[in-house]
């Protein structure tokens, strides 16, 4: 198979785990037999400082022009006096999801048995071990509604609005994810309070009777699944949520993994094109360290192959060899390890 991916390490520790991850995917297609082409342009800060502008043209249309995007992480302290428009986050991440349509966001989050004890939930709580994906809504809601301050700055406004369609196209990535893993959504919303919430209410029970009627779905306020996710994890599958409530409990949903290390992610538009990178961010206070754990990224380009290249035999290599370094002991420092992020990536690439 010939591809091409465009590379944007991005800031802080960006450069030294997407610097892994590519070695991974080169020892696939090599043991595979396949022909991936690799354009790296810089983004985030790093974008910044060499062309004034987070996200140059010339990445964007880089970007548009590959088969699929792995990203590092932007942003960090040197960049958060920027205006907000022009900030790492706002410039470069969210005008990517925006411009390269990505409306479905997936954030497995998995214990990995070797890793168990690396949670801080107990033993009785996480039972048999916790999978649950979150399946959230990326390119809508109140991050790409009208922001606005009033002219005698009093006051401010964040708008929060979803249409039908925005709702239903990634009702249906949750419920066709769901097909494929515990058959079982649960909606999270703020419907006794939002008008959005009782919007999506209605449209995702309405998709669930029309195609999915097989799928268990239920309903659940975002508050209460907050605590659900400490006080019962294992009873949640997919979560299926707009795109703030999505962002927070995601997060919450790694910490229960024991390290945000771990935990990748695949940003994805209906035909399957899509953006992977680790849900962690730059961590600006280890960049240049090499001790990062690359694993998150590298799971990232596991799930690049399996999701928009349909290469599953490949994904299931790069997560088996994962799973095998982490039971002989691979731990970088987030693990509690001494391991650099080289050496984690050199023993994953030996495991394939
Ligand atoms: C994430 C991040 C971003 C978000 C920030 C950096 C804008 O927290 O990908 O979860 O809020 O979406
Ligand atoms: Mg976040």
Same mark, same amino acid.
């Given at each position: ?6 590379? =944007? ?33 810089? %983004? ?23 088969? +699929?995007?792995?990203?590092?992480? %932007?942003?960090?302290?040197? #960049?958060?006096?920027? @205006? ?11 005008? *990517?999801?925006?411009?390269?349509? *990505? ?8 214990? #990995? +048995? ?17 999978? *649950? ?8 809601? %109140?991050y790409f509604g009208e922001h606005s301050r009033a002219a005698d700055g /009093? ?11 925005? =709702? ?31 919007? #999506?209410?209605?449209?995702? /029970? ?23 996710? %400490? ?16 962002? =927070? ?5 790694? /910490?229960?993994?024991?390290?945000? !290390?771990?935990? @990748? ?6 035909? !399957? ?10 961590? @600006? ?12 990224? =590298? ?10 290249? !349909? ?23 987030? *693990? ?17």
């Amino acid at each position: 198979m010939k591809k091409t991916i465009a590379v =944007i390490a991005g800031d802080g520790i960006g450069p030294e785990i997407v610097g892994e991850a590519v070695k991974v995917l080169k020892k696939i297609a090599e043991k595979f037999g396949h022909d991936f082409t690799f354009n790296e342009k810089l %983004v985030g800060g790093a974008a910044y400082d060499a062309f004034g502008d987070c996200l140059p043209d010339d990445t964007l249309k880089a970007c548009k022009t590959a088969d +699929a995007v792995l990203l590092g992480a %932007v942003g960090g302290p040197k #960049w958060d006096s920027l @205006p907000g428009p022009q900030r790492p986050e706002k410039r470069a991440l969210l005008t *990517l999801r925006k411009e390269l349509g *990505l409306f479905a966001n997936l954030r497995p989050a998995k214990v #990995w +048995a070797p890793l168990k004890g690396a949670s801080p939930l107990k033993d009785e709580i996480i039972g048999e071990g916790l999978d *649950l994906l979150v399946v959230r809504e990326l390119t809508g809601g %109140v991050y790409f509604g009208e922001h606005s301050r009033a002219a005698d700055g /009093q006051s401010a406004l964040d708008k929060m609005p979803y249409s039908v369609m925005e =709702i239903e196209r990634i009702a249906r990535t949750a419920f066709e994810s769901a097909k494929k893993r515990g058959n079982h959504v649960t909606c999270v919303d703020k419907a006794n309070v939002l008008e959005t919430s009782r919007l #999506w209410r209605e449209v995702v /029970q309405k998709l669930h009777d029309a195609e999915y009627a097989d799928v268990a779905l239920d309903f659940m306020y975002v508050d209460n699944a907050a605590m659900q996710l %400490v006080r019962a994890p294992s009873r949640f599958d997919v979560i299926l949520t707009e795109n703030m409530f999505g962002d =927070i409990l995601s997060d919450e949903a790694s /910490q229960i993994t024991g390290s945000i !290390g771990m935990l @990748p992610s695949a940003s994805l538009r209906a035909d !399957g094109f899509g953006m992977y990178e680790p849900i962690h961010g730059s961590a @600006p206070d280890i960049a240049g360290k090499g001790i990062a754990n690359p694993l998150a990224t =590298i799971l990232s380009a596991a799930m690049l192959l399996r999701h928009t290249f !349909g290469l599953q035999t490949e994904a299931d290599a790069i997560e088996r060899a994962v799973g095998k370094v982490l039971a002989e002991g691979a731990r970088t420092a987030d *693990l509690g390890g001494a391991m650099s992020c080289s050496e984690m990536g050199a023993a994953v690439l030996a495991a394939i």
